[in-house]
């Protein structure tokens, strides 16, 4: 079956399914031109963090233009707003954390119908950012679990600093 | 003397002397919409660093449109180009180092006539980000110096991280 429809069946069939089932989001395509988006925040996960072996790294936030009235306004977010991370590694030297190259990319992409089973929101992570290497399959294990705490703010975890 | 012509006259006396004497760059206009240029990289300069007293912080770097491509081969930046240091506190809670509120706005423009005697760069910075708290009125002695060793990157010290 051509790629565009069997990702239409694919999408259809888990519409069907949406109150059950997570959408895989194996069809969300790596965003392009992100540098230039509004860079939301900065957080490094250290060594001394729990979540290190899973999050560690320097995390770039960025939003495309869809989402940034609502993200200044702490949410909820629009249809087709994509938050991405571009997770770099870092180096210590001297006192100083040192941003060093990309270890992956990830996205929540909103689509309230589509992703209904996971908030709203579409996962995905691309190891090294290769758009051929996504390493998200079970999208409510991997992502949503996570950010089931911040319901109030439509599930991200970032908030506008100006 | 109305703003604009002492502005023009001030620079006009500068440009007469400068070989000899920097530009205090009490003229450069503090930049908007830098939160959408090109995020260069980020850094945070820690409690452990040399450096923490005069640029402790998390700094979110950013370059303008006219300096992107001169970035991406390492300089000579063409004039106009414009590098921002957005400067944020941080906290630091289980391991994680977390974005807080501006502490400071810095700049580095490109002019190589007007700013000659500082390499080709007028600089200033502004506490809290405030247009009406710029902090340089010596910029060879509080900004230049640290750039010089930088000399053959045109005296920046980001490189392009892909």
Request: hydrophobic content about 35%; proline content about 7%; overall charge positive.
């Amino acid at each position: 079956m051509p790629r565009k429809l069997r990702l239409i069946s694919v999408t259809l069939c888990c519409l069907a399914f949406a109150s059950a089932a997570a959408q895989p989001a194996d069809d969300i395509a790596q965003p392009t031109g992100y540098r230039k988006w509004l860079h939301v925040n900065t957080m490094i996960v250290d060594k001394a963090s729990p979540l290190f072996e899973q999050l560690g790294g320097m995390h770039n936030v960025y939003v495309n233009s869809v989402g940034e009235a609502a993200l200044k306004k702490g949410g909820p977010y629009p249809n087709r707003t994509i938050f991405l991370t571009d997770l770099h590694e870092y180096t210590v030297t001297d006192g100083s954390y040192v941003e060093g190259p990309r270890k992956a990319l990830a996205v929540m992409v909103k689509d309230s119908k589509k992703y209904a089973a996971t908030g709203g929101w579409g996962f995905q992570l691309w190891a090294g950012g290769d758009p051929k290497k996504p390493l998200v399959n079970d999208p409510t294990k991997q992502c949503f679990e996570c950010h089931q705490p911040k319901k109030d703010q439509d599930y991200v975890y970032s908030t506008y600093l100006p």
